[in-house]
């Protein structure tokens, strides 16, 4: 069969043929895309790629540091261990239980924060948007340190401002029951993003879709529920999983509060914690890898199902 001629840049040119102009600038965008997007790829590669293969690799060996020459690989034994290891399932209940709570109340603070910001009754709306999202701006432990002082049990103000309508607080970090609660409320001062994505879908809303809903007789509920959250639902869907992801690597303020030993009573032993643990205070970073991929294998399973149960609840367009 007689070989095509040569139409456009990308295709092949025949044996013996001579690139054309055109074939050339296309070779040469190609380059250039390539240089603009290689800090990328040898980001990725470097500081994403390599690691995520060590520590596979170290997920089969009892790899310690301080005698690395005497590393062995020992298979599956690794993973074997989580089936009996009652830490490994007293934090990974910890991290569920969390998220259960922190999630759905993280996604509905920073909806209804956006609403109120987007609402057009709402006086000096810009000052509004940045003094929710100023928080953003401070390091996490910096956060953390300030709210530990404003949940202290003795001179806290939020236990202040409940004495003075005559409610005793609870000792908020120290109470296996309430550390839950209080790190979810140390959350919500961090929706400053959420609702920047929220707020950017709730301007995306055509305003002839609420016209026609108040022609039909639809209240304010009814506005909402029928043109607001189908038209967000891409955006809500996107919240969820960055939520769910981060609630998953929750860490950091962990750590601040318990001076990472998970206290009180391992409440605050999140999956990440006690990965974190086994690393670098038991030096166990063969059984920490193999904790790491089994979190890998969680949270991919989980963004899967959301995926797989997406298309019975959020709207793309006319379709769903």
Request: no cysteine.
């Amino acid at each position: 069969m007689a070989m095509t001629p040569h139409t456009t840049g990308s295709a092949a040119l025949p044996i013996g043929a001579v690139p054309t102009r055109w074939g050339r600038l296309t070779s040469r965008e190609s380059l250039t895309g390539l240089a603009f997007v290689a800090p990328f790829i040898i980001g990725f590669v470097v500081f994403s790629a390599l690691p995520m293969i060590a520590s596979l690799v170290l997920s089969f060996t009892d790899f310690d540091p301080r005698r690395a020459d005497e590393t062995r690989f020992i298979g599956l034994d690794n993973y074997a261990r989580m089936l009996r290891d009652p830490v490994l399932l007293q934090s990974l209940w910890v991290t569920v239980r969390f998220a259960l709570l922190v999630v759905p109340l993280t996604l509905g603070f920073a909806l209804a924060v956006a609403l109120l910001v987007n609402n057009t009754l709402l006086f000096g709306r810009s000052v509004f948007r940045t003094l929710f999202y100023m928080p953003m701006q401070i390091p996490i432990v910096a956060s953390t340190i300030v709210w530990i002082g404003v949940l202290n049990a003795q001179n806290g103000w939020l236990n202040y401002g409940l004495g003075a309508v005559g409610i005793d607080g609870p000792n908020w970090l120290q109470s296996a029951t309430w550390v839950g609660p209080s790190l979810a409320l140390m959350g919500l001062w961090g929706i400053g993003n959420m609702m920047l994505i929220f707020l950017a879908g709730l301007q995306s809303v055509p305003t002839e879709l609420y016209d026609a809903a108040r022609v039909d007789g639809a209240g304010v509920w009814g506005r909402f529920r029928h043109v607001t959250l189908p038209m967000i639902s891409p955006v809500l869907f996107y919240n969820l999983i960055i939520a769910l992801i981060a609630t998953f690597q929750y860490f950091t303020q962990a750590y601040v509060v318990s001076n990472g030993r998970g206290d009180p009573d391992r409440a605050t032993l999140f999956f990440n914690l006690n990965l974190f643990r086994e690393a670098f205070t038991f030096f166990n970073m063969g059984y920490a890898s193999a904790l790491a991929w089994l979190l890998f294998v969680i949270v991919l399973g989980l963004t899967i199902v959301l995926f797989r149960t997406a298309g019975s609840w959020v709207f793309e367009g006319s379709e769903r």
